[in-house]
């Protein structure tokens, strides 16, 4: 008989830690069939497009994501079948066309800033987890980031963040704040919380093996 993965969804705002809270978790079960799934890999091809259009995409709204191929392929692991997982260029701006083989697993982090934004995505989650940071950390973060490993400079940074990311997260984001069984101020910092979502996960795993030893 096929065991069900638990799904876990993690989201929270852009430079909040959200992958960071994803990684512990990964950490902490290092013997387990575990893997984390990006949103991030399923922005739509935009191959259609002029380099000049796809620059203008905002890369924060609902609209940039095919969640639907998302929702499906986690559809086929759940069954036990693998899928082939999209890849994005971010230097075209579109999806290139390399794709990566996810077997199945016994838990999935399925992670992003708007997995909770679909109602069918949040109906595949066992766990769904908010990091709620505050603005000025994430700016600072994202500032940090984007000139240090994107190559930006400041003003951009500023400009995208006043311009798109800030009121995305107000619109889209932080409204998703009140599906999650799990809210995480300061993220990976808070150590109680990344053990209590811990616990849990060894609880269902301990579960899940003790029923199929009675089956």
Do not use: C, W
């Amino acid at each position: 008989m096929h065991k069900k993965p638990i799904i876990i969804g993690v989201t929270g705002g852009s430079g909040g830690g959200k992958t960071s809270v994803s990684r512990a978790i990964l950490a902490n079960f290092p013997n387990e069939k575990i893997a984390m799934i990006e949103h991030d890999s399923y922005y739509k091809d935009q191959s259609h497009l002029t380099p000049e259009e796809r620059v203008k995409t905002n890369y924060d709204h609902p609209f940039a994501f095919d969640t639907d191929l998302m929702i499906e392929q986690l559809s086929e692991l759940r069954a036990g079948r693998p899928v082939d997982i999209p890849t994005y260029d971010y230097t075209a701006h579109t999806r290139s066309n390399k794709t990566l083989r996810q077997e199945p697993q016994d838990v999935f982090i399925v992670e992003g800033i708007l997995v909770l934004e679909d109602k069918r995505l949040r109906d595949l989650m066992d766990i769904k987890i908010f990091v709620d940071t505050d603005d000025d950390v994430r700016i600072i973060r994202r500032i940090k980031r984007d000139i240090e490993e994107r190559g930006r400079s400041l003003d951009s940074v500023i400009t995208q963040y006043l311009d798109v990311v800030k009121p995305m997260y107000h619109q889209f984001i932080e409204p998703t704040k009140r599906y999650a069984d799990i809210i995480i101020p300061e993220g990976v910092t808070n150590k109680v919380a990344i053990d209590l979502i811990n616990t849990k996960i060894a609880a269902i795993l301990s579960e899940t093996e003790a029923s199929e030893t009675k089956d």
